[in-house]
């Protein structure tokens, strides 16, 4: 009887160390510390953020043949003077203007692009014609020059000494400080504006205007037939 209830016992705890070997086999690995996820967040946070800090800064979109742009500017600017005289006779050129937003892009990015013209026998308005880069027909009308934002009085464009074209001057004004400043305010507006006025030399007036709520600017203006560069602030 002894004998019979030792061999049972034997039995019994065979079973139970098999059973606990295969259940210890079957365990599922023990997960990663809090601490060891803690630590890799911070090391994809701090990769993230070196490559935040060195990466550089977005293409101006300006395009590579600058001198091409002449051409370009010529043709608009007898279309749009063509289609003036059409109005009246007696119309001079006096600013051309143009913005682009977050990149100096024609077809992308350029969302304003005006021939304006003046006459001393209807000294109330400007005679603008806007000319369109995306094929679309372009459009006349008037505006009062009060309604126009310009911080001086102009005189008709001496074409003979329009000699740097808009993407040449802002590729000037990059090289000054554009470039920094879009470095540090990717969402950006920048006006574009060939004038002379009374007294002065012909100048291409450029600004950025930062649009991320910060108030920031950048103004510059470019000799148009030097070349030459003053930033302003």
Not at 89 to 115: C, P
Not at 137 to 145: C, D, E, G, T
Not at 148 to 173: E, R
């Amino acid at each position: 009887m002894i004998s019979l209830m030792l061999r049972r016992g034997i039995i019994l705890l065979t079973l139970v160390l098999t059973t606990a070997l295969i259940l210890s086999g079957c365990r599922r690995p023990v997960a990663p510390s809090s601490s060891s996820n803690e630590q890799g967040a911070e090391e994809t946070t701090s990769q993230a953020e070196e490559k935040e800090t060195t990466g550089t800064v977005p293409a101006s979109g300006l395009p590579q043949n600058l001198a091409g742009i002449t051409e370009t500017l010529k043709t608009e600017t007898q279309r749009a003077n063509s289609l003036i005289q059409e109005l009246r006779g007696d119309l001079e050129l006096v600013i051309v203007a143009m913005t682009f937003e977050d990149s100096f892009s024609d077809l992308n990015n350029l969302t304003t692009n005006y021939y304006i013209f003046s006459t001393p026998n209807d000294p109330s308005f400007y005679y603008m014609v806007n000319m369109p880069r995306d094929g679309t027909a372009p459009k006349r009308f008037l505006m009062p020059k009060v309604d126009f934002d310009f911080d001086f009085s102009v005189i008709a464009i001496p074409l003979d000494q329009w000699k740097i074209n808009y993407a040449q001057a802002v590729q000037a004004v990059e090289k000054e400080g554009g470039e920094n400043f879009r470095s540090q305010h990717s969402h950006f507006k920048t006006t574009v504006t060939l004038a002379i006025p009374v007294t002065q030399k012909l100048a291409w007036y450029i600004t950025y205007r930062a649009l991320d709520g910060s108030g920031a600017t950048f103004k510059a203006t470019v000799d148009a037939n030097a070349g030459t560069v003053v930033v302003l602030s």
